[in-house]
């Protein structure tokens, strides 16, 4: 017998928004944006041609008809994963192979490898540094560690944190000025840039509420590492991610010029193949990295 059913992905995103109540949670779960997890649902309600939610401010409410529709769903979905579980053979141990780029490897991923070791011992996770896109099939690594804006042709990604840039600079380039800086006083700084980011300052001079009123000293690098570097070199100052340069707030060698950071267009991402069953050891890695990344943010102070 044939079975009529609507997608897999549209019953899925719909029993984890009815279970959480909310689309963002629902997101948060299955790794995929708000937007996603609306479009799905929205393509379901067209497929059964009824409403399955009422959309409220901060969450969302099953209709009466679609109560007894999420009971069954979360049920079958209970069942599958039992017998998905069962069928599993797949040891949490063994090495996984990552492509990273050296700046963020050298500052976020291998100062955090022990501790990584000390909850999965037998994991053993192989970092291969690359400036450059690699195909993980025809290189064969398990993942791919990247900025970016997510969304890469063949690949899963998932977003392992939001960007959140600050500008900052070294003692020495600021020693005659007081802290925090206003936003002109940075706009009169020699500021760095990169090409992976050219809107980050106007975004962050719009968040501000301020419009520079002469042209400002701009130096356009290739990357965020070279941007960096004005700043650490006592050169300038870089607009760039609180995470990234936590190491040298804390030693001092940078300090925040302005108390307010602001999203970026662009976070890091661990992707991997499209595929139907991630490998375990993998999500293991990216929950655990990722937690560990998020617990960081309490550390953020800003300055003055």
């Not at 980011?197 to 001079?205: P, T």
């Amino acid at each position: 017998m044939t079975r009529r059913m609507p997608p897999l992905k549209q019953l899925h995103a719909f029993e984890a928004a009815a279970r959480h109540q909310s689309f963002k949670l629902a997101a948060e779960e299955l790794h995929v944006t708000q937007a996603a997890v609306s479009h799905q649902v929205r393509a379901l309600e067209e497929h059964m041609g009824q409403q399955l939610f009422v959309r409220k401010t901060r969450q969302v409410v099953l209709t009466p008809q679609a109560k007894g529709f999420a009971e069954a769903l979360a049920q079958a979905f209970d069942t599958i994963a039992e017998a998905a579980h069962r069928m599993e053979d797949v040891p949490m141990e063994g090495e996984l192979k990552l492509s990273v780029a050296p700046f963020f490897a050298n500052r976020l991923l291998l100062p955090r490898l022990a501790r990584f070791a000390e909850k999965f011992p037998k994991i053993a996770v192989r970092p291969f540094m690359s400036s450059t896109y690699v195909d993980p099939v025809d290189e064969g690594f398990d993942g791919l560690i990247r900025y970016g804006g997510g969304t890469w042709d063949g690949l899963t990604a998932l977003r392992l944190y939001d960007d959140c840039v600050t500008p900052v600079a070294a003692p020495s380039y600021i020693t005659e000025r007081t802290l925090p800086m206003s936003p002109e006083d940075i706009a009169r700084t020699v500021m760095s840039s990169n090409s992976q980011n050219r809107r980050d300052w106007s975004n962050w001079f719009a968040a501000v509420g301020y419009t520079p009123d002469f042209e400002m000293t701009v130096i356009d690098y290739p990357d965020r590492a070279r941007a960096i570097d004005l700043a650490i070199s006592g050169g300038g100052v870089a607009l760039t991610d609180l995470h990234i340069i936590a190491p040298d707030l804390a030693s001092g060698a940078l300090i925040q010029l302005h108390p307010v950071a602001v999203p970026s267009e662009k976070n890091m991402y661990l992707a991997f193949p499209e595929t139907g069953r991630p490998d375990p050891r993998l999500m293991a890695f990216f929950d655990w990295f990722r937690q560990d990344l998020l617990a960081m943010e309490a550390d953020f102070t800003p300055a003055g």
